[in-house]
C-alpha cells in the first residue's frame, strides 16, 4: 500500500508542478525562465527524490512489484543516485545557480529516467514482464518531455 501510495504522490506532484508551473509561467506575458525555475526542482524532487526514499525504505518490495531482482546493491546505489539528483536540484535552486544549472540537472534527470524508461519497456516487451511500472515508464516520460518542450524552446534563445 505505501508503494502504490508513492506513485500517486509522484503523479499527483507532477501534475500540480506543470499545472502551477504553466500558470506562473504565463502569469504577465511568457515567462520560461520563471517557469522552469518552479518547475524543475519541484519535479526533480518529486519524482528522483520520492524513487529514491522508495528504493531505501522499500526496496525489496519495490523490486518485487517490478519483477526484478530482489537485494541487488545496484539497487541501493540507483537509489542514492537519484536521492542526488534531488539533493542537487534542491542546491541549484536555493543558492539560485541560474536557469543554466536548472537546465543542467534537468537535462541528467531527463536522460536518466528516458533510459530507465527504455530499461523497464525493453523489460516488459524482451521478458514479457507486463508489471504496472514496466508498462506505464516509457510513456510517463514521453509525456514529461512534451511538457518540458515549450518552455525549454523558449528559454534557450534567453540565455547565452
Known amino acids: 500500500m505505501f508503494l502504490q501510495i ?21 502569469e504577465n506575458g511568457y515567462n520560461p525562465i520563471t517557469q522552469l525555475h518552479f518547475m524543475i526542482p519541484m519535479m526533480i524532487v518529486s519524482i528522483a527524490g520520492i524513487s529514491g526514499i ?5 526496496g525489496k518490495k519495490s523490486a518485487m512489484i517490478k519483477g ?3 537485494g541487488s546493491n545496484y539497487q541501493i546505489q540507483s537509489s542514492i543516485a537519484l536521492l ?21 540537472i534537468l537535462a541528467a ?6 533510459f530507465s524508461a527504455m530499461n523497464h519497456g525493453i523489460e516488459a ?18 509525456i514529461l518531455i512534451a511538457g518540458l518542450y515549450y518552455p525549454i524552446v523558449k528559454v534557450i534563445p534567453m540565455i547565452k
Open 84 to 104: 542526488s539528483y534531488a539533493v542537487t536540484a534542491i542546491m541549484v535552486y536555493s543558492l539560485d545557480f541560474g536557469i543554466k544549472a536548472e537546465l543542467s
Open 109 to 114: 534527470f531527463v536522460f536518466f529516467f528516458f
Open 68 to 70: 526484478y531482482e530482489v
Open 6 to 26: 508513492l506513485d500517486i504522490l509522484r503523479i499527483l506532484l507532477v501534475c500540480f508542478t506543470f499545472y502551477y508551473g504553466y500558470d506562473i509561467g504565463f
Open 54 to 58: 522508495e528504493g531505501l525504505l522499500s
Open 125 to 142: 516487451v524482451k521478458n514479457k514482464n507486463y508489471k504496472w511500472q514496466n508498462i506505464n515508464r516509457p510513456f510517463l516520460i514521453l
